[in-house]
C-alpha cells in the first residue's frame, strides 16, 4: 500500500453523509471553534458543486470520477500545508453517488479503500429534514435516503468506524465531533483544549 508522509503527519476528518444534511455548517463550525485554539487547518469544501458535468440523479461516471480525484487532489494540496484538514464529504460518500449512478467500478475500489483509511475521524452526520433547494442538489426525498442508506451500506461493508451523530440532538453535534477530535490527541503538535 502507498504511504504518505504528508497525510500521515495530519489529522483529517471528513463529514459524510447525504446531500442537505448540514455537513458544509458542521465543517465550518469545526474550523472556527478549533482555530481559536490556533490549529493550522484548512477546508476541503464539497467539490461536486465546481464539477463541470452532471451531478445529481443525472450524473455519470466521468462526472463521479471527476469528483472523487479532484477530492483526493484537493485533500493532498491541504494536507501538503496544514496540521488537520476538515472535508465537506470523503471520497468514500463520493464513490457512493457513482455506486449509484453507474455501479461498482473495481479500478476504483482499492483507491477508495485506501484513501478511506487515511482519515482520521469520519463524522456521519443524519438526515433531519428533506433537502431544501439550493440550485445544484437533488430535493427528492427518496434519492435523498438512498444516498444516506447506500452509504450506510458502505461503511458496514468496510467495517469502518464512524461517529454517527444523533439525530435528535443536532444542538449538540458540533459539542461531540469537538469532544471527539479532543480525544483523539494527534498529532502531536495538535494540543486541543
Same mark, same amino acid.
Given at each position: 500500500?502507498?504511504?504518505?508522509?504528508? %497525510?500521515?503527519?495530519?489529522?483529517?476528518?471528513?463529514?459524510?453523509?447525504?446531500?442537505?444534511?448540514?455537513?458544509?455548517?458542521?465543517?465550518?463550525? %469545526?474550523?472556527?471553534?478549533?482555530? +481559536?485554539?490556533?490549529?493550522? %487547518?484548512? $477546508?476541503?469544501?464539497?467539490?461536486?458543486?465546481?464539477? =463541470?458535468? =452532471?451531478?445529481?440523479?443525472?450524473?455519470?461516471? *466521468?462526472?463521479?470520477?471527476?469528483?472523487?480525484?479532484?477530492?483526493?487532489?484537493?485533500?493532498? &494540496?491541504?494536507?501538503?500545508? @496544514?496540521?488537520?484538514?476538515?472535508?465537506?464529504?470523503?471520497?468514500?460518500?463520493? @464513490? &457512493?453517488?457513482?455506486?449509484?449512478?453507474?455501479?461498482?467500478? =473495481?479500478?476504483?475500489?482499492?483507491?477508495? *479503500?485506501?484513501? /478511506?483509511?487515511?482519515?482520521?475521524?469520519?463524522?456521519?452526520?443524519?438526515?433531519?429534514? /428533506? =433537502?431544501? #433547494?439550493?440550485?445544484?442538489?437533488? $430535493?427528492? #426525498?427518496?434519492?435523498?435516503?438512498?444516498?444516506?442508506?447506500?452509504?450506510?451500506?458502505?461503511?458496514?461493508? +468496510?467495517?469502518?468506524?464512524?461517529?454517527?451523530?444523533? *439525530?435528535?440532538?443536532?444542538?449538540?453535534?458540533? *459539542?461531540? $465531533?469537538?469532544?471527539? $477530535?479532543?480525544?483523539?490527541?494527534?498529532?502531536?503538535? %495538535?494540543?486541543?483544549?
Amino acid at each position: 500500500m502507498i504511504r504518505s508522509a504528508v %497525510l500521515d503527519n495530519t489529522l483529517k476528518i471528513a463529514f459524510v453523509g447525504s446531500h442537505g444534511v448540514g455537513k458544509t455548517t458542521l465543517c465550518y463550525g %469545526l474550523a472556527a471553534r478549533l482555530k +481559536r485554539s490556533d490549529i493550522s %487547518l484548512d $477546508v476541503v469544501g464539497e467539490v461536486a458543486r465546481r464539477c =463541470p458535468l =452532471p451531478i445529481n440523479r443525472g450524473t455519470t461516471l *466521468d462526472a463521479q470520477s471527476w469528483i472523487l480525484h479532484t477530492q483526493i487532489a484537493e485533500e493532498i &494540496v491541504a494536507a501538503s500545508r @496544514y496540521d488537520v484538514v476538515i472535508c465537506d464529504r470523503s471520497v468514500l460518500d463520493n @464513490y &457512493v453517488y457513482l455506486l449509484l449512478s453507474s455501479g461498482a467500478q =473495481p479500478k476504483l475500489e482499492q483507491l477508495v *479503500d485506501h484513501w /478511506t483509511s487515511t482519515y482520521g475521524l469520519l463524522v456521519h452526520v443524519p438526515i433531519v429534514n /428533506t =433537502p431544501r #433547494p439550493d440550485g445544484m442538489r437533488s $430535493v427528492d #426525498p427518496a434519492f435523498q435516503r438512498a444516498v444516506d442508506e447506500r452509504l450506510e451500506k458502505e461503511v458496514a461493508l +468496510r467495517d469502518l468506524d464512524v461517529l454517527h451523530l444523533d *439525530d435528535l440532538d443536532r444542538d449538540l453535534w458540533l *459539542d461531540r $465531533v469537538e469532544q471527539h $477530535v479532543t480525544g483523539l490527541g494527534r498529532p502531536a503538535q %495538535l494540543e486541543l483544549p
